[in-house]
């Protein structure tokens, strides 16, 4: 069967860094998306990862590395507002999106 | 804005009452997707439409209908909504099925059932 695992909650401090890992066991690989969704909101998206390696965008980095089946989401300097679910999902080789249950982020002051 | 809209935003029936949701996109994607999320759970692809090509999961009860009468805009329908269908229904576009192609959400419709 597929599957995508990440910790069910991580709890953080505002300002630092904290890193959300995702491992995944799907039927082909055809990349690897991070949402972001904050309670009772639809996912908003955050990243695309196809290769292996470090893709940065701001406060936000995600890494990957196809052979050992693993993504972690970096989020550097936290602010409140990053309070969320971060979802981690794989396109397998249909093309499906198969999902992640999400990692419910807590930020404290 | 280019965007994902989803009304009603809130939708309360009864056990057994048909509802449907509503789903547009100015994207002009060709690709809409029906979702539905628990709490605290991934989002599970109920159907999706290539165009005007319906693709059907196969665990998706039969109770989950669908209609797509042109690109804008996409229907669900639950003809005989039971409490277990009381969930976060998410709508998401994408401009194809290739592997780059990311799934833009609207902003849900929270489904209560009575």
């Known amino acids: 069967g597929q599957n995508i695992d990440q910790p069910t909650e991580m709890t953080a401090t505002e300002g630092a860094i904290v890193q959300i890992n995702c491992t995944y066991q799907?039927?082909?690989?055809?990349?690897l998306f991070w949402y972001q969704q904050h309670a009772g909101e639809a996912p908003t998206f955050l990243s695309y990862n196809v290769l292996d390696g470090l893709e940065e965008k701001g406060r936000f980095s995600s890494f990957l590395s196809r052979s050992k089946g693993y993504s972690y989401l970096l989020l550097k300097e936290l602010q409140m507002k990053d309070s969320a679910s971060y979802l981690c999902?794989?396109?397998?080789?249909?093309?499906?999106?198969?999902w992640g249950a999400g990692t419910k982020l807590i930020i404290k002051p | 804005d280019a965007m994902v809209i989803q009304n009603p935003r809130y939708q309360v029936t009864q056990f057994g009452k048909p509802v449907t949701l509503s789903c547009s996109q100015t994207?002009?994607?060709?690709?809409m997707y029906w979702y539905q999320q628990k709490s605290s759970q991934a989002p599970k692809l109920l159907f999706h439409?290539?165009?005007?090509?319906?693709?059907n999961e196969a665990d998706t009860p039969d109770n989950f209908q669908s209609r797509r009468p042109n690109t804008s805009f996409c229907f669900l329908d639950i003809r005989s909504p039971g409490l277990g269908d009381a969930a976060m229904y998410l709508c998401?576009?994408?401009?194809?099925?290739?592997?780059?192609?990311?799934?833009?959400f609207g902003p849900g419709t929270r489904l209560t059932v009575l």
């Open positions: 999902a794989v396109r397998d080789s249909n093309y499906q999106l198969i």
């Open positions: 439409y290539y165009d005007k090509d319906f693709n």
């Open positions: 998401a576009t994408s401009e194809g099925r290739e592997e780059t192609d990311t799934q833009y």
């Open positions: 799907t039927s082909g690989f055809n990349g």
């Open positions: 994207l002009n994607h060709n690709v």
